[in-house]
């Protein structure tokens, strides 16, 4: 099916290995953040997010970090699996009224 | 996909055709979106819904119209489709109940549509 990962960067990870993933986002004023993770002919699925009271926030497998200084946004993998390969972005709410913005994606790709 | 359908999965029509594409979520959340995908874009919205009846534009909403006339059903339509409407379209709702506060957002499985 359509690729929506074309001309996305691509971070190549051996199996195993951890993984990061950056984001840079453009509103001082944001104050929710969330990951999403897509696999190809899919909706996007929600992975974890976090609010601009905290810096960190852990789930299964997955650690995102948010330093609102350098307005910039990470998405950690640990033990990197087959599965885990997608393209996964983010999502920043700048307009208010329940609405987000959506980066463009990273492209991952798991090296058995 | 937490509780979320679209309907056709996949279209394709001829340039000038009306296409309505349908929304269903059973979680009866308040908010309902449609957005476009499209490569080297991310997603970028339609229109969205904050209850029934209540509609607005988002950044992309030329060409389409949206109807809300039950909690559960968001329709996006459009009126006369043209070659630059080929896209993928999601479907995505959120519980939030409004103010300043935003709530994450849980996406439908896509419907391809293809205008020649």
């Known amino acids: 099916g359509e690729s929506v990962g074309l001309h996305l960067p691509t971070l190549s990870v051996q199996e195993g290995d951890n993984s990061i993933i950056n984001c840079a986002y453009s509103?001082?004023?944001?104050?929710?953040f969330i990951w999403y993770k897509q696999e190809s002919g899919k909706g996007p699925q929600f992975i974890i997010d976090?609010?601009?009271?905290?810096d960190k926030r852990q789930g299964q497998r997955v650690t995102v970090l948010l330093n609102k200084t350098v307005k910039h946004l990470s998405l950690q993998i640990a033990a990197t699996q087959p599965g885990d390969s997608a393209v996964y972005f983010c999502a920043e709410s700048i307009y208010g009224n329940n609405r987000l913005a959506f980066g463009k994606g990273n492209q991952v790709v798991v090296i058995p | 996909d937490a509780g979320i359908t679209q309907s056709p999965r996949h279209k394709v029509t001829e340039t000038g055709t009306p296409v309505t594409l349908r929304c269903h979520q059973t979680?009866?959340?308040?908010?309902m979106y449609w957005y476009r995908q499209d490569p080297g874009h991310g997603l970028r919205l339609i229109h969205y819904?904050?209850?029934?009846?209540?509609?607005d534009k988002g950044e992309v909403s030329d060409g389409y119209s949206v109807s809300r006339s039950k909690t559960e059903d968001f329709l996006l339509t459009l009126e006369s489709a043209t070659s630059s409407q080929t896209s993928v379209y999601f479907c995505?709702?959120?519980?939030?109940?409004?103010?300043?506060?935003?709530?994450?957002?849980?996406f439908g499985p896509g419907t391809r549509l293809t205008v020649l």
């Open positions: 976090i609010r601009s009271n905290m």
């Open positions: 995505a709702i959120s519980e939030s109940t409004g103010g300043r506060r935003t709530d994450t957002q849980y």
């Open positions: 979680e009866n959340h308040r908010y």
């Open positions: 819904s904050y209850g029934v009846k209540d509609t």
């Open positions: 509103n001082s004023a944001s104050d929710y």
